[in-house]
């Protein structure tokens, strides 16, 4: 693989399900990020990690949580799926966090019924 | 609070220029980017500028001025493939994007 990847490209869950969404990049990027983007309110921070072992909340951090055991992957899970977090989720990766410009999966698009 | 605002679409026509504004508010300033994204897909890194002043590649250029809280991006000689929405953030004294909610640019023949 080139770059950073998601899986899956999209799913439909019901309300209460887990579900975890994967990432990985293989540009060995110390930083990675979870954000959301809804219409309307642009890309908004869930969670990110500066370096493997470390990670932190972003703006909306509240029902997911995150990992980061190696460099390479940051998955994302929702423990129990409500419809609020229907939404395009974007993985990203920088070479360092803050002035580094960030690389993007292609997203997954979650639709929680 | 911290805010980022852009307008929330423009019209432009092939082969014009158009300039699209963003403000800002933030806890501390590291730096601020210019991404493009169309429709469905992922964003894309365009610029990043630190310092004041106007930074040019190519067709698109982007101007900053710290003490207005002020940048520009500009795209000359619009193409149909400009059509797509841009994305002014900024990084903050934590050193995490803020973003604003994008701009969406209509390119009309």
């Known amino acids: 693989i080139a770059g950073i990847t998601q899986a899956p490209t999209s799913q439909i869950l019901a309300a209460g399900r887990r579900m975890t969404l994967r990432c990985t990049q293989d540009?060995?990027?110390?930083?990675m990020y979870w954000y959301r983007q809804d219409l309307g309110l642009g890309l908004r921070l869930i969670h990110y990690s500066n370096t493997a072992g470390t990670t932190g909340k972003g703006e909306v951090p509240d029902g997911y949580s995150v990992s980061r055991a190696n460099t390479d992957d940051f998955p994302l899970t929702l423990a129990s799926a409500v419809p609020s977090q229907t939404s395009v989720y974007f993985c990203?990766?920088?070479?360092?966090?803050?002035?580094?410009?960030?690389?993007f999966g292609p997203g997954t698009r979650l639709t929680v019924l | 609070g911290q805010n980022i605002d852009q307008p929330t679409e423009m019209t432009a026509t092939e082969g014009a220029i158009v300039q699209i504004n963003c403000t800002y508010q933030t806890s501390g300033f590291n730096g601020l980017f210019w991404y493009q994204q169309h429709a469905g897909e992922a964003p894309t890194f365009l610029s990043y500028n630190v310092l004041d002043g106007l930074e040019e590649k190519g067709r698109f250029s982007s101007f900053l001025s710290r003490s207005k809280g002020y940048s520009y991006l500009l795209l000359k000689e619009l193409q149909m493939k400009d059509s797509a929405s841009y994305l002014c953030?900024?990084?903050?004294?934590?050193?995490?994007?803020?973003w604003g909610a994008g701009t969406k640019l209509i390119i009309k023949p």
């Open positions: 953030a900024v990084t903050d004294s934590n050193y995490q994007l803020i």
């Open positions: 540009m060995r990027h110390n930083a």
């Open positions: 990203a990766s920088s070479k360092t966090s803050g002035s580094h410009e960030q690389f």
